[in-house]
Each structure stands twice: as structure tokens, then as C-alpha cells.
């Protein structure tokens, strides 16, 4: 091993930026530098957390905002409790398709447009059962457009992926205000190139930022 210190790491973004070709190819930098990491995912994670995950995405679930929201902490809490810390704790690094972010992203400003009343109410049950954040959140930007498209020739298209292109313009301006205010900890990776292209600025960030060689 050439660490004993766990990191936390997520990644962000709109569909079809491509987070999992990038969090495929970082996961292998990190195996090839000889760092223990755990890959995981959010919602889902741990196994009560993938069976809260099945309903959320599943088109014919039918619940209010506030019920998804719930569901979504739920979930996190449980993920968090189950295998994050765990892995963290015993000096393993973190790699985490989605967290708290996505949430602020998704529900704050995709669902309720920015509210004021909601984006407290987020930071409220963050604050309240979520500790730690990731040190570092690699948001992969690319035009909400173009993610569409990339991912409208996937599989079926599940709950969130079935929204229309002003919910996820929405979402895309709540990561960009997120970026601007935590730029300490949220990085923006510019989607558009090759994977190579992509998976080469991350690994230039993750090196940055943990002082890796």
C-alpha cells in the first residue's frame, strides 16, 4: 500500500456526463498506484440502500417530494453507516457515484426550482445525519444537451432519466451555483473529449489535490 489515509471522493453531474467510464478508469490509477478503495454508489451503496434505490428509480413509483426526499436520506444513512465509514476507518479510499450534492442538484433545484424552504430543509437532514462529506467532488460538466443524448441511447430510461430538459437544466444550474460555493472541495472536470481526455484531467485533480506522485 502506498497510503493508510482514507479519502472521500464523488462524482457529479447531469445525465450522460459519464461518470461511470470515469470512475472506472480513476479506480484503476488507484489500483495501479497500490491504494485500497471502495466503489460505490448512491441511491444504493449498501443492501437495505439498493432496495431503496429499486423503488426511487422504478417509473411506476408514485411519491411527493417530500416522500423522495426522505427516501433518498434513508438510503444515504444507511449506505453511509453500512460501508462508507467502514472502509474509510480502516484507511481505504472512497469512490462515490453521487452523494449529498446530487440531492441539493436534484431535489433543491431540478424538483423545486431553488426554494429557499427546500434547499434548508436538505441542508437541515445533511447536517443532522450526514458526516463526513467528500474532501473532493469531481463535477463533470458537460451541456445538458449533449448528456441527453448521450443518454437516450442507453437502456430504458428510469424515474429521474424521464424528466424533461427544463428539470435538468435546473439541475445543471444547481451544481454550477454548488461549484461556486464550495470551490474548496468541488471541481469541475470538463466533460467533453475522449475518455482518456476526461479520466486524465481527474487523475491530474486527484493527484493535486492528495499530493500523489
Known sequence: MTTTVGRFISFEGTEGVGKTTAIEGLCQRLQAAGIDYVRTREPGGSPFAERLRAILLDPATDINDDTELLLLFAARADHLQQVILPALQRGAWVICDRFTDSTIAYQGYGRADGDQRVLAKIDSLIAQFISPLPELTLWLDLP??????????????????????????????????????????IERIDANG???????????????RFNLG
Open 194 to 208: 475522449s475518455s482518456d481526455e476526461v479520466g486524465g484531467r481527474i487523475w491530474q485533480t486527484v493527484q493535486a
Open 144 to 185: 445538458v444537451l449533449e448528456g441527453m443524448a448521450r443518454a437516450g441511447k442507453r437502456s430504458k430510461a428510469d424515474r429521474f432519466e424521464q424528466q424533461a430538459t427544463a428539470f435538468f437544466t435546473r439541475v445543471h444550474h444547481g451544481f454550477s451555483m454548488l461549484a461556486m460555493q464550495h470551490p474548496e472541495r
